[in-house]
T-cell receptor
Framework: DARVTQTPRHKVTEMGQEVTMRCQPI?????VFWYRQTMMQGLELLAY????????DSGMPKDRFSAEMPDATLATLKIQPSEPRDSAVYFC????????????????FGPGTRLTVL | TQLLEQSPQFLSIQEGENLTVYCNSSSVFSSLQWYRQEPGEGPVLLVT?????EVKKLKRLTFQFGDARKDSSLHITAAQPGDTGLYLCAGVHSGGSNYKLTFGKGTLLTVNP
């Protein structure tokens, strides 16, 4: 049963510390997404990769967030330095997305990393 | 900003009741999806609709895409406690990329036994 996995599931840290979140997408999927979910804003797209190449990171605060995909089995989202306003649940999702076929864009979400920055 | 507005924001009903939740926008979407999210988990896709006026059924759930592809509804018949969760609609804007889903903020449904 193929699933997206994320680690850690929970992270509590102090303001100013570096936070790294990891994701293992479903093998064979060509696109990996990072989202952030808060009560106020809902689900927001931060960045996504196609075939490991970054396509769009316009949803991320550039000065402190970075996303990478060092290989096909690992995507990372790093926050340095972290701030209390970064507290949220961060989701990774993957999918076999066909750019021009309407509706061919199912995303499979991981269980999320709940981040609390004190 | 092209938004998806979901209503109601919260809904608490008794087992066996019927309900409808809505997803509205002023923008046209090339496709729209409904996800359900349970506590501590990520969203799980329920359905994708692509044609204006399209109706899809998934057991007791009926999904409809508006004729103009600007809105959608989800109707649940005889709700059960297992239907409890956050229901999210998400769309790809007409002319937009399949990579970029815009999510609504969701309807939090509680079905009481």
């Amino acid at each position: 049963d193929a699933r997206v996995t994320q680690t850690p599931r929970h992270k509590v840290t102090e303001m100013g510390q570096e936070v790294t979140m990891r994701c293992q997408p479903i093998l064979g999927h060509n696109t990996v997404f990072w989202y952030r979910q808060t009560m106020m804003q809902g689900l927001e797209l931060l960045a996504y990769f196609r075939n490991r190449a970054p396509l769009d990171d316009s949803g991320m605060p550039k000065d402190r967030f970075s996303a990478e995909m060092p290989d096909a089995t690992l995507a990372t989202l790093k926050i340095q330095p972290s701030e209390p306003r970064d507290s949220a649940v961060y989701f990774c999702a993957s999918g076999q997305i066909m750019r021009t076929v309407r509706g061919h864009n199912e995303q499979f979400f991981g269980p999320g990393t709940r981040l609390t920055v004190l | 900003t092209q938004l998806l507005e979901q209503s109601p924001q919260f809904l608490s009903i008794q087992e066996g009741e019927n309900l409808t939740v809505y997803c509205n926008s002023s923008s046209v979407f090339s496709s729209l999806q409904w996800y359900r999210q349970e506590p501590g988990e990520g969203p799980v896709l329920l359905v994708t609709v692509v044609t204006g006026g399209e109706v899809k059924k998934l057991k007791r759930l009926t999904f409809q895409f508006g004729d103009a592809r600007k809105d959608s509804s989800l109707h649940i018949t005889a709700a059960q406690p297992g239907d409890t969760g956050l229901y999210l609609c998400a769309g790809v804007h007409s002319g937009g990329s399949n990579y970029k889903l815009t999510f609504g903020k969701g309807t939090l449904l509680t079905v009481n036994p």
